[in-house]
């Protein structure tokens, strides 16, 4: 992970990190490095670093001509001389291995390309300090250079087609603009073993970093680096090109974890949760006709059940589960009848074995909810879903800073019970015993939740557990009793009446504000320290994901018709597509600033954001191809509506 201009502005920036649990225990390892050109008229940097205070040296950004990320990031030089440079870097076959070259696109006479690597051994999530331990030492083998900066982590292996030089020094003070942004730590000094040379007036330079531990898995015995670099890239130039760029955008974030199959929420700091997971999967797998995959996900996600709920998180190896989420096990339940019914509309025979084990899943979630589990979930007289204790964040608005719950939510908040209501009505295709509840709840639902002075639906009702103790404040979670869910709840006038409030009071070009703007909590942008920040997540921040249940919302209400979709696809996709050159390129950010011009924020590679602008492009808003379409079917109301 890097930038176009070339500077770390993160800690997470980096060439080479290894995940020692995957998908988790991540180690960054070659942290970046120096490259400049030697030649007869001076010395020409091809790279950039700050460093603290505000000091930009070199600054090989003033010579970039040109920046492409297809099919992975090339830029372009042009130096003073008259030489022209090009550097691309790529990684391939799903390990750390990270593909350096550079190569002399003009200019005549000697050209000699020096690389300076920068070395650490740290938690992606740290900083690495200069230090008595960390070892400059390197086994120097031909075309091969080891590093083990220290004991216990894994060795860094290079393979190159130039010279190695020891030139062992500290390089102190690396200043991360981003981390500084976010109030956080933000200087960091790097190990500087040695330098590269290449002679770049002939042969393409070639660098590539992996670990020790995968070297071999990696290099033949026999390595030629030309060879090696030209077969690799012609053979991941050609995988590329049988993708899309959003189809290889969504290999990211399905992996192997230590638990099997998932989905990794998003980059560069968040890893497998529960909630993410199957709210991305519907868009990631199920409308990318990855139907095994997202298959595989969801029975090694149905293995955790425990007491009716799912982990929201598998934090890092022998630490416990954490279950605080409400909602979770609920988009499980959902994630497995939309899987089922994707499979069966391809014609993809679901073994009765796995039909078994996602069933049975399904059902000890909703028993478990039905007679009350952790966090004081449980289903009320009402036949609605309870929950929440002080302390403890459970819906999706789950900011948290020190003992600061900023959005609690006890009581019955809208989407949850959108949810508990269509995983009743999907357990009762199973067992008849739950058609009863599902009909009391949506009765109470309906009854309840309509709030006459927004012509909207409140937030939560029965807040902190108090009966009748109702919050009418205005935000998103109310369209998934429309969209986004396989039932809309409400009638039609009610439904119309609630979308426009929440269509004029929290759209947004790149998602649902997540507060109305005349709200006395409304935070404009979201920026500053972590306080500030976290304070700021749901309460205005847009969320790009919330688009898709809103655009579901939008059809149903005014009819999903051909025109409709045409007409949804150039309002509401058309600015999500645009955004993909924008942040993080080719992936949707986490969140944007509530005001004009909603710059992105957040994680720039987020799993659901990706995952519901490909449930809209390739199922919500999809055409109809040969007569016939493989979108979901909308249903307008339950049967008993």
Request: one cysteine or more; proline letters at 7%; a negative charge.
């Amino acid at each position: 992970m890097g930038t176009a201009g070339l500077v770390r502005t993160r800690r997470y920036h980096g060439l080479l990190l290894f995940a020692t649990t995957p998908p988790t225990g991540r180690i960054m390892l070659v942290n970046g490095f120096d490259a400049w050109l030697e030649t007869p008229a001076g010395n020409f940097p091809l790279s950039a670093q700050v460093y603290a205070p505000d000091v930009l040296h070199p600054d090989g950004s003033e010579f970039v001509e040109s920046f492409d990320h297809e099919p992975w990031p090339r830029w372009a030089f042009a130096l003073p001389d008259g030489n022209r440079v090009g550097f691309e870097l790529f990684s391939a076959g799903g390990g750390p291995v990270t593909h350096l070259t550079w190569r002399r696109l003009a200019g005549s006479g000697p050209a000699k390309l020096c690389v300076r690597p920068f070395l650490s051994g740290r938690d992606y999530h740290s900083l690495h300090r200069a230090n008595g331990a960390f070892r400059f030492d390197a086994a120097n083998e031909g075309q091969f250079v080891r590093w083990r900066p220290y004991d216990g982590l894994p060795g860094i292996v290079a393979l190159h087609n130039g010279r190695y030089r020891s030139e062992p020094h500290w390089f102190h003070n690396f200043q991360y603009e981003e981390e500084r942004a976010r109030g956080l730590d933000h200087i960091e000094d790097l190990g500087a073993p040695g330098v590269f040379e290449f002679d770049l007036g002939g042969a393409e330079a070639v660098l590539v970093f992996t670990t020790d531990c995968h070297a071999s898995q990696v290099f033949p015995d026999e390595v030629n680096p030309t060879g090696y670099l030209h077969a690799v890239r012609e053979r991941e130039r050609q995988s590329r090109q049988l993708k899309s760029p959003l189809d290889r955008a969504v290999d990211a974030y399905l992996v192997h974890g230590r638990h099997g199959k998932t989905i990794i929420a998003g980059y560069p700091w968040f890893a497998d949760w529960g909630r993410d997971t199957f709210i991305a999967l519907r868009g990631l797998c199920l409308a990318n006709g990855r139907l095994a995959d997202a298959e595989e996900i969801l029975l090694t996600w149905s293995r955790a059940v425990d007491q009716g709920m799912l982990p929201n998180r598998f934090p890092d190896q022998g630490e416990q589960p954490e279950f605080n989420a409400v909602d979770a096990s609920l988009w499980f339940v959902v994630a497995v009848h939309e899987h089922l019914e994707a499979a069966d509309r391809a014609g993809r025979k679901v073994p009765n074995t796995v039909r078994a084990l996602l069933s049975q899943a399904v059902q000890e979630i909703l028993e478990g909810y039905s007679r009350g589990t952790r966090f004081g979930i449980r289903m009320d007289a009402d036949c609605l879903l309870a929950c929440g204790e002080p302390g403890v964040q459970l819906t999706w608005m789950d900011a948290k800073v020190g003992d600061w719950v900023v959005t609690p939510r006890i009581g019955k908040p809208v989407e949850v019970q959108a949810l508990w209501l269509n995983g009743l009505w999907i357990g009762a295709r199973q067992d008849r015993k739950w058609e009863a509840r599902f009909e009391h709840g949506l009765a109470s639902f309906r009854e309840r939740f309509w709030n006459p002075a927004t012509s909207g639906l409140f937030d939560v009702i029965d807040a902190d557990h108090r009966a009748g103790n109702n919050d009418g404040t205005i935000r998103p979670n109310q369209i998934f009793a429309v969209g986004g869910l396989p039932l809309n709840l409400l009638g039609d006038d009610a439904a119309r009446a609630m979308l426009q409030i929440v269509e004029s009071r929290l759209l947004t070009p790149l998602g649902l504000r997540s507060l109305a703007p005349d709200d006395p909590a409304y935070c404009p942008h979201y920026r500053g320290g972590v306080r500030e920040r976290d304070g700021a997540y749901h309460q205005g921040t847009v969320w790009p994901w919330l688009i898709g249940p809103f655009v579901e919302a939008w059809l149903r209400v005014n009819g999903d018709t051909k025109s409709n979709r045409r007409v949804a696809r150039e309002r509401f996709l058309t600015p999500l597509l645009e955004h993909l050159g924008g942040a993080g390129l080719a992936h949707v950010s986490e969140v944007a600033d509530a005001d004009s011009p909603h710059t992105p924020g957040g994680c720039p590679f987020q799993a659901w954001s990706l995952g519901e602008l490909l449930r809209l492009d390739r199922q919500v808003l999809a055409e109809p191809v040969g007569g016939t379409s493989s979108r979901r079917k909308p249903r307008r109301q339950p049967a008993t509506a």
